[in-house]
């Protein structure tokens, strides 16, 4: 049974930074391409970024792109999510998925994913 678990979360000011991470247990941690989503009250969940088994293919949401940096360490059977010049709208629970790997396939819709973990708070404030 796949079991992904989420640290990192909190609160910061805006420009601030975070580093989430999200680690996977049962399985074999290089099966699976890996996501990251955030839903904030009121709205819907939305992707954020994606990467590949390798580490090497990645994908962000352009609401991000160039704030937010995706990566993985197999090793460690860990994904980790860096959110740097936060913004008071990145505030949202954050939870990882994944999704089994095909090739260097990365998955920017959350029906691709099969395992979700419970998600942490991050909440940025002015």
């Known amino acids: 049974q796949v079991v992904l678990r989420e640290f990192g979360g909190g609160s910061v000011q805006t420009g601030g930074s975070l580093r989430l991470s999200c680690v996977l247990s049962?399985?074999?941690?290089?099966?699976?391409?890996m996501g990251w989503f955030r839903q904030a009250p009121g709205k819907e969940r939305d992707f954020v970024a994606a990467?590949?088994?390798?580490?090497?293919?990645?994908n962000y949401a352009d609401s991000v792109k160039g704030r937010f940096t995706i990566s993985r360490d197999n090793a460690k059977n860990t994904v980790y999510l860096q959110l740097d010049s936060l913004k008071p709208e990145d505030t949202a629970v954050y939870s990882c998925?994944?999704?089994?790997?095909?090739?260097?396939?990365?998955?920017?819709?959350?029906?691709?994913?099969?395992?979700w973990g419970q998600g942490t708070q991050v909440t940025v404030s002015t």
């Open positions: 998925a994944a999704a089994r790997a095909v090739a260097n396939n990365f998955y920017t819709d959350a029906d691709e994913y099969l395992y």
């Open positions: 990467i590949d088994w390798s580490g090497r293919a990645t």
């Open positions: 049962g399985r074999t941690f290089s099966y699976y391409a």
